[in-house]
């Protein structure tokens, strides 16, 4: 018999009915037709309701009255047999006969719930049934229990004295008992309940499920059971019938549960769970059975690994995850895989968890485990290359390295995750990223530590860590990132990198950043959001079209759809940018601590960064030309917190504590932003790193090029932005042989046109 492990839950108190009041007018008690009253009882009209609130949130249960329903009426004398006789806007009228001269009244619904126990001191015995017959998704109606007492015009408002516990029952189960895990708590059974308060007194410590109607055996799905509140200190315990000798029906929880009345509690999730088949690995014959096999398995299918998985120095082939893989902890091992990736596609409904690749100690990198390819074509690279599920608390030692050919290199390239469609959360990549070989035409390389390309449909990588370097030494790389290359849908949350990000002479537009290099988010009305990352890895980039580096993010696409927010941000990792700057497109070339450059092109509104804090250095070096006169182009735009805003940002209550400094020509360097287009809201923002221009004594020209340098802006250009309340007290320097236009300020070098108020500077100037 196979033994599940123990699951921890806490009862949640999800209300699925309430006891509120409704108003009642007198004109409620209808007229009844003229029936002759057995000697000593006289007839009587009520009124009853239970509020729209009252119903259950589930299909199928009865808990509002219907014409037909029998009640039980105290009288003081005895109980007596009521009928709902007509049901109205919520309220029934229910009529019956009393003891003649009886004052004072109680209900119970249903009738089959009543004691013959009168109420004393306010309180009402019932009997709530220990074997109750239920249907898929419906409750025993006999289960079903309210209470009430009528007040001074005749009016009973129910109130429910059951809590309910929903959970799923497997086919074939001819029953199922519910009772308490440990010390036995009474659950059914005779009881007493004041008005309005919970039940006590219960003499039956279970509850056992029948299947209603004519059924020998329940069919798979979801079931009720009601119970009496009560708490039970060591949770609570499911014994399935029927099964089978050789299937294990323990079920059982052992943290506290509290049953609520008239609250229920759900645990669908973790009973169909203990259904799913079960298959333990140990060994590597196991696992090597189990991948050969894995496409003849689905969700409804789990492996759990039971030992660590030494994989022997083999090289393996690639399968496909369809079934959910819970790792437990363990180590997957000594492999070398040939192909690009070890898993091909986590199966959308699918979860992997809890599982070490390329340790051997779960600490450590083995030396031996390796994903590779060389001159094939895959379009995703990674441990796992495209995801469809779920992976969760996953960590990767394994290094990743491709030799590409020249057409159509995989897009995605991963760490982890080469294309993610859905979720990654808590997951951590220490191994390294290599790139290199020749690029002609075709697809062009997104890598990040943890998920290359978050495609359409991605929901997002949570608290995840990446702690690999990444190095490419490719022509036609696209975008390095820590974190995640490409960000085409989905959301960053509570990440961190740490690894060393280097791009090497990429001849495409270049872009590079700590935690998302590029964003073009179009799928969906919701803003891209990167909140509450760390950047501490350095970072640096030659090439002949770099385009946009951040500490934090590195570019936003005019084709963007959606606004981005970067929020609670911060980077401490120095940023190198080496090489020969885009000389075809001016002011498209932005370098940032936090983010490098939102496309000018980019209209969405309300994009935001805020609350972000920059440490790192930030050096612009080494031009790839002798002479630099002669050029139509504006140079790169550097800031603090941001290179080169976009239209339609706001930029608030940032601090960049980083140097800046560029030995090469550029355009604009300020220590909170380099370069500000149209409709910017610039505010509350501080810069105390120094800014320095220093091109020695040769000589350089900007033509036609306005060229900024202060604390804390470079230059404002186009209409409608603002600039107020920030501060600077870094040193800003310019040192130019230059005949061009040269500003240096400790505020704003070029206002343009832009709204300017309250901005101070206590750092030296000099040019």
């Known amino acids: 018999m196979r033994k599940l492990k123990i699951i921890m839950i806490l009862a949640s108190a ?91 009244f109680y209900a119970v619904f249903p009738y089959s719930a009543a004691s013959e126990t009168l109420p004393a001191d306010g309180a009402v015995s019932i009997n709530l049934p220990e074997e109750q017959k239920v249907g898929n998704e419906i409750v025993d109606q006999n289960a079903l229990i309210s209470v009430a007492k009528a007040d001074a015009v005749g009016h009973f408002q129910l109130r429910n004295a059951v809590s309910l516990v929903r959970l799923y ?46 059924n020998t055996s ?256 490719y022509p036609g790389v696209q975008s390095v990132a820590g974190i995640a290359g490409m960000l085409h849908d989905g959301n960053i949350t509570g990440c961190e990198n740490s690894g060393e990000l280097t791009i090497e002479d990429s001849e495409l537009w270049t872009y590079c950043a700590g935690i998302a290099a590029f964003i073009q988010k179009t799928s969906s009305v919701e803003a891209s959001v990167i909140s509450d990352c760390h950047n501490t890895g350095a970072m640096k980039v030659t090439g002949r079209k770099i385009r946009g580096i951040g500490g934090i993010a590195g570019f936003i696409h005019a084709n963007a759809t959606q606004p981005f927010i970067i929020r609670n941000c911060t980077n401490t990792g120095g940023i190198t940018v080496d090489g020969l700057y885009n000389q075809s497109t001016p002011d498209k070339v932005g370098v940032g601590g936090i983010f490098g450059l939102s496309d000018y092109n980019n209209s969405t509104a309300n994009s935001e960064i805020s609350g972000c804090e920059n440490s790192g250095n930030i050096t612009l070096e080494n031009m790839w030309v002798d002479d630099y006169t002669g050029y139509t182009v504006t140079f790169p735009s550097v800031g603090g917190v941001i290179g080169l805003t976009g239209n339609y940002l706001s930029l608030r209550d940032c601090k960049n504590s980083g140097d800046i400094l560029a030995t090469v020509p550029v355009a604009r360097l300020g220590g909170v932003a380099g370069l500000v287009r149209d409709n910017v809201t610039i505010s509350g923002n501080s810069s105390s790193g120094a800014v320095s221009l220093d091109l020695g004594e040769a000589a350089y020209t900007w033509d036609g090029v306005q060229v900024g340098i202060a604390g804390i802006i470079g230059a404002v250009t186009g209409t409608g932005s603002s600039v107020s309340g920030n501060t600077n007290s870094g040193a800003v320097s310019a040192v130019a042989n230059t005949t061009s236009p040269l500003t240096v300020d400790g505020t704003i070098a070029i206002p343009g046109s832009a709204s300017v108020s309250d901005n101070t500077n206590t750092g030296t100037v000099t040019k």
Not at 77 to 87: A, W, Y
Not at 200 to 214: F, I, K, M, N
Not at 300 to 315: C, K, S, W
Not at 328 to 354: C, M, P, R, S, W
Request: proline share 3%.
């Open 169 to 214: 029952i497997p086919g074939g189960a001819t029953s199922v008992k519910f009772s308490s895990n440990g010390e036995a708590v009474n659950l059914s059974g005779a009881a007493t309940v004041k008005i309005g308060e919970a039940a006590s007194g219960a003499l039956s410590s279970s509850v056992t499920l029948l299947p209603d109607g004519e």
């Open 218 to 473: 329940f069919t798979a799905g979801n079931y009720w059971l009601s119970v009496l509140p009560v708490e039970m200190p060591q949770g609570y315990k499911i014994e399935y019938a029927g099964m089978g000798p050789d299937v294990d029906s323990d079920y059982a929880t052992s943290a506290l549960v509290d049953l609520v009345r008239n609250t229920g509690m759900d645990i669908t999730a973790e009973t169909s769970d203990q259904w799913m088949e079960r298959i333990v690995i140990s060994t590597y014959d196991e696992f090597k059975a189990f991948m050969a096999a894995a496409d003849n398995y689905d969700a409804e299918n789990a492996i759990l690994l039971e030992g660590d998985i030494d994989m022997q120095g083999q090289t393996v082939e690639p399968f496909m995850l369809k079934c959910q893989f819970d790792g437990q902890g363990y180590k997957i091992h000594n492999f070398v895989v040939e192909e690009g990736y070890l898993i091909a596609d986590v199966a959308e409904g699918v979860t992997l968890e809890n599982v070490v690749f390329g340790s051997s100690d779960g600490t450590s990198y083995d030396g031996t485990s390796k994903i590779y390819l060389k001159d094939k074509s895959v379009t995703s690279l990674g441990i796992i290359g495209m995801n469809h599920g779920t992976v969760e608390k996953v960590l990767n030692f394994t290094p990743v390295t491709a030799e590409l050919d020249g057409v159509n290199p995989p897009q995605g390239i991963g760490g982890l995750v080469g294309t993610n469609y859905n979720t990654v959360t808590a997951c951590r990549n220490a191994g390294d990223i290599s790139i290199s070989g020749q690029w002609e035409s075709g697809t062009k390389p997104w890598i990040g530590g943890i998920v290359g390309l978050m495609d359409y449909g991605a929901v997002g990588v949570t608290n995840s860590v990446n702690t690999g370097n990444i190095t490419a030494n």
């Open 14 to 104: 999800a209300i699925l009915f309430s006891c509120a009041k409704d108003e009642v007018r007198d004109d409620t008690v209808q007229d009844q037709e003229e029936t002759v009253a057995p000697e000593g009882f006289e007839p009587k009209t009520f009124s009853a309701s239970v509020s729209e609130l009252t119903k259950a949130a589930f299909t199928g249960s009865k808990v509002n009255l219907a014409e037909g329903d029998l009640i039980a009426v105290y009288d003081g004398t005895r109980k007596n047999e009521f009928t709902v006789t007509s049901v109205s806007s919520g309220k029934a009228v229910i009529e019956g006969f009393v003891t003649e001269g009886s004052d004072e």
